[in-house]
């Protein structure tokens, strides 16, 4: 209380005429409310000491109900919106004071006694917030950044906190008037975004406010049912107006050009429609709110940018020289870039989950517009003759497919007349990347998929349309047409391939595709690795492959398969028997040859459906076997055995547990092979050479992914049985064969790269969990030096490491309790001991979190299980090491309480989840005083 009579004093007082030293005691008054108001009241500290301050961020601020007399007061709320009044030039106080604001504004739990209490402390609220807005004037130039970052924030918290019934409570137009401040607000917020770079201190805090502000109606629009009908119409026009504005250029926005800037961005940054995912997505569902208000806007703007780029087009080809200013062209690009990003985020939730459907939203909006006489639109006539749709009465998502496709065409149009250098490689992205969405959602769509249906957009893209199958032949010439002209460019190829992805995943468009010779053109051209196909990047080829094999489909199926995957092994036969192995990897193109070759099979291996798995396997175990002699042969080559290895950890990772036994032992036969050739190569290498990036031991890396993926079917077999038990090499042989390999070129080194010291963990875990009899019954050197790198997991790195280390222990100690003549080794049985000696020193240091205590839990109690007479020596030495009498006593009672006689030393899961429990209450009671730094 006497912190809130400071603060109201102050309160009374013109700030800005303050002394410094009155100015720091305010700050502190200020920062310990701050505190006070992020206490977590219910939270209780793993030591078992009270805990107050939060320790997580955005916790909602929820008092005991004694605390409701002052809470609750108005005058409570109003102090802090005057404080934030008088502060508005001390950034340091306006800060601390948004900081307790947004804590206010998170207020739940017992401190209401009733809904009536929270509709008068929100009405409060709001009535506050509005009159500071309209106070501070969120359109003046004078307005800082954190003041809008800070007033962003504690919107969305109030709008979070409270659900939409408390919100409807508010008095009518009070309500509407907070709706439609925020609506300016983050009107604002986007212009003074589109007006000053993000890297500037103010520009990020408009640029995150605005985000904050979407979010916020985000939560608003979810429940716009519950709201009167149109509540929020003008709201969400105005943001959609904003929001183009943000990103046009005028004289339809506000966005400032700078194309040298924009090019320099672009090498920097991410994909706009990675970086701005969210964002995009919420001004999507914003405009599908307004369909009738989006739509047509979006398709006027659309066309104005595709006539624009016509007249580009007709100006180059008459001036006859690349020598122009293309200015004019740079922000047409920006603007249609931006415009079909829109586009698919509102005909598209690109954020929903995997069945991919029609928004309802717009299937509703469109049914109703059928009723106005809509007029058909014949989208491949509008598409070649480039007829313009706005103004018509017609389907309006039908006449945003004709723009894109238009584009495409236009593009295409431009490469004819070679005038590529002056096309943007962006927007060919982007139209890419749109159609692929469309393809999802829109293309030969099932009407049976959906309760209602447009009748005017069923019949012109719908299931069985002579327009939908046209399409499906747009969107391979444009995907192949793409991948010719910009292979280079790794985000048109990326989008490329995914548009065809996209028809493979619809199995409408894909049985539809099966009957386009363009496809079967395009089959044969890459796979034989022509023109111009034959200039592809490794990972396009990968990509491309995969989906050329998903999309195999119909009665066609079989054939089209065996024209994909026969020139392969034709191509790799062909080397073979044309060269030595001995000269192979010094002949002119044979090296590229090879991994053009393996890249493809990478993509057959990416294939995982069980259907084929069988298929394949008989086509890939030839090729496995060369490939082992390919290996050797470029012994000294990197790129092809990194190709290679990642070529067989695909394989064992996507094929392992579908194949029989014959055929799982074929592959662990040939893996062993290719292990061996691995170990003669790479003898001597980690001893003789300092490696500073992690990319240099990618082989290493692989060959231990190769490994793991290698165990997969011990825990995982979807294969049919067979009578054949396929005697012969087993997974247990190769997984000893890559221990004995990999152990020894892990150094301390190689270890300090991360990835690479997660996947050797990774691998020794499920060596440990799968192949714990082989391994106690292996050699010494392999047993010892694989217990030694487990002890080093465990105290040496961070906590993902350990937890794979105690969880490789735990399957070697549950061994050894379930097959007791394990411990009759006298090697076995000390080093369990030693680890038991190690892990209960470690649980008690300040270097094991409580986030390991699932991990040693699990370890801890099979090694007392595994070593109980050892255990209880080890509990009375550290006992009698406790010199203080009471913390003696108190230890007593914990080890008492850890493993009570009532606790059955036997590996059941009932018997594992008390152990747990009981490990836990023994950590809160002894970690206090037992810790070891």
């Not at 995997?354 to 109703?368: A, C, G, Q, R, W």
């Not at 009932?910 to 070891?932: D, S, Y």
Request: proline share 3%; hydrophobic share 40%; charged share 20%.
């Amino acid at each position: 209380m006497f912190g809130l009579q400071v603060l109201e004093q102050y309160a009374s007082v013109d700030i800005s005429s303050l002394s410094s030293e009155a100015l720091k005691l305010l700050l502190s008054f200020v920062k310990l409310t701050s505190q006070v108001l992020n206490w977590h009241f219910c939270h209780t500290h793993p030591l078992g000491v009270a805990f107050s301050v939060a320790e997580m961020t955005n916790v909602s601020f929820k008092p005991p109900k004694d605390w409701s007399s002052t809470v609750l007061n108005p005058n409570f709320l109003q102090l802090f919106f005057k404080l934030l009044m008088g502060c508005r030039n001390q950034e340091d106080l306006l800060h601390h004071i948004f900081q307790c604001l947004s804590q206010l504004a998170s207020l739940s739990g017992s401190v209401f006694f009733n809904d009536k209490d929270r509709a008068i402390y929100i009405t409060v609220f709001a009535s506050e917030l509005l009159e500071y807005i309209q106070n501070i004037n969120f359109s003046s130039s004078n307005l800082s950044g954190q003041e809008i970052y800070g007033t962003s924030g504690v919107v969305y918290r109030l709008v979070t906190t409270f659900p939409t019934s408390t919100m409807l409570t508010m008095e009518k137009d009070k309500l509407a008037n907070f709706t439609e401040v925020l609506a300016q607000a983050t009107c604002m917020c986007a212009q003074k975004a589109s007006e000053i770079n993000s890297d500037d201190d103010n520009g990020y805090l408009y640029h995150e406010s605005f985000d904050q502000l979407l979010n916020t109606w985000m939560h608003l629009l979810v429940d716009s049912n519950d709201f009167p009908p149109n509540f929020f119409q003008q709201a969400c026009c105005d943001i959609f107006q904003s929001y183009l504005g943000f990103k046009l250029a005028p004289p339809t926005g506000w966005r400032t050009c700078n194309s040298e800037d924009d090019d320099v961005l672009c090498e920097v940054q991410e994909d706009d429609r990675v970086l701005f995912s969210e964002q995009l997505s919420n001004i999507g569902y914003i405009a599908r709110s307004v369909p009738e208000y989006s739509l047509p806007l979006l398709l006027k703007l659309i066309e104005e940018c595709l006539t624009k780029f016509t007249a580009c087009y007709s100006q180059l080809v008459s001036l006859q020289t690349a020598q122009t200013d293309t200015t004019e062209l740079s922000s047409l690009y920006e603007d249609i870039h931006w415009l079909f990003l829109l586009t698919s985020y509102l005909l598209n939730d690109i954020l929903q989950g995997e069945f991919v459907s029609i928004p309802n939203k717009l299937m509703e909006y469109l049914i109703t517009t059928d009723k106005q006489d809509v007029q058909d639109v014949d989208i491949q006539t509008a598409v070649l003759q480039q007829e313009n749709c706005s103004g018509k009465n017609v389907n309006h998502v039908v006449a945003l497919l004709v723009c894109m496709c238009r584009w495409c065409e236009l593009e295409k149009l431009y490469i004819n007349a070679g005038l590529l250098p002056h096309l943007s490689p962006q927007v060919t992205s982007t139209v890419t990347w749109l159609l692929a969405k469309m393809a999802d959602s829109y293309l030969l769509f099932r009407d049976s998929d959906y309760q209602q249906v447009s009748v005017s957009l069923s019949s012109a893209v719908g299931s069985g349309t002579a327009t939908g199958h046209w399409l499906v032949s747009f969107l391979i010439d444009k995907s192949v047409s793409n991948l010719s002209v910009w292979s280079s460019d790794k985000s048109v190829a990326d989008s490329s391939v995914e548009l065809l992805s996209s028809l493979a995943k619809n199995s409408s468009a894909a049985v539809v595709a099966m009957d386009c010779d363009l496809l079967w053109s395009v089959m044969c051209t890459f796979v034989t690795r022509q023109a111009p196909l034959d200039q592809l990047p490794c990972a396009v080829q990968r990509k491309l492959m995969c989906n050329l094999i998903l999309l195999a489909n119909g009665s066609k199926k079989e054939l089209f398969l065996t024209q994909l995957l026969e020139p392969l092994q034709r191509r790799l036969k062909f080397i073979l028997q044309r060269f030595s192995l001995k000269t192979l990897s010094k002949e002119p193109g044979v090296k590229d040859e090879l991994i053009s070759i393996v890249e493809c099979l990478c993509g057959v291996g990416l294939v995982s459906k069980a259907s084929l798995v069988h298929t394949f396997i008989v086509f890939l175990q030839p090729v496995l076997v060369s490939l082992v002699e390919v290996f050797d042969a470029f012994s000294s080559c990197p790129e092809v055995k990194i190709v290679i290895l990642e070529f067989f950890s695909i394989i064992a990772e996507n094929y392992i547990t579908f194949l029989n036994e014959v055929d799982s032992n074929h592959l662990y036969q040939v893996s062993l092979s290719l292990l061996q050739c691995y170990s003669k190569c790479s003898t001597g290498r980690y001893e003789r050479n300092t490696f500073v990036d992690e990319e240099q031991c990618e082989d290493l890396l692989l060959c231990l992914k190769l490994l793991t993926n290698l165990t997969a079917k011990e825990f995982l077999d979807f294969s049919e049985p067979t009578q054949d038990t396929g005697n012969g090499v087993q997974s247990a042989d190769v997984v000893l064969y890559g221990l004995g390999l990999v152990i020894p070129l892990m150094n301390a080194e190689l270890l300090k790269f991360p990835n690479l010291c997660e996947q050797f963990y990774t691998f020794v875990k499920f060596a440990c969990d799968m192949y714990a009899e082989e391994l106690v019954k292996s050699t010494l050197d392999l047993y010892q030096a694989v217990f030694h790198l487990v002890k080093t997991g465990t105290v040496e790195f961070d906590s993902n490491i350990s937890k794979l280390s105690m969880e490789a222990i735990a399957s070697l100690a549950s061994h050894c309790c379930s097959q007791p003549d394990s411990l009759h080794v006298l090697y076995v049985k000390e080093s369990l001991q030693d680890y038991l000696r190690l892990l209960l020193e470690y649980m008690l240091s300040d270097s094991c979190g409580m986030d390991l205590t699932i991990s040693v839990s699990s370890a801890l109690f099979a090694l007392v299980c595994a070593q109980q007479e050892f255990y209880t020596t080890l509990v009375e030495a550290i006992v009698a090491g406790q010199h203080n009498s009471e913390y003696r006593e108190r230890l007593v009672i914990a080890f008492k309480k850890l493993t009570p006689s009532t606790l059955p030393l036997s590996l059941t899961r009932r018997h594992k989840l008390q152990f747990r429990r009981n490990l836990e209450e023994f950590l809160t009671a002894v970690k206090g005083f037992m810790c070891i730094k």
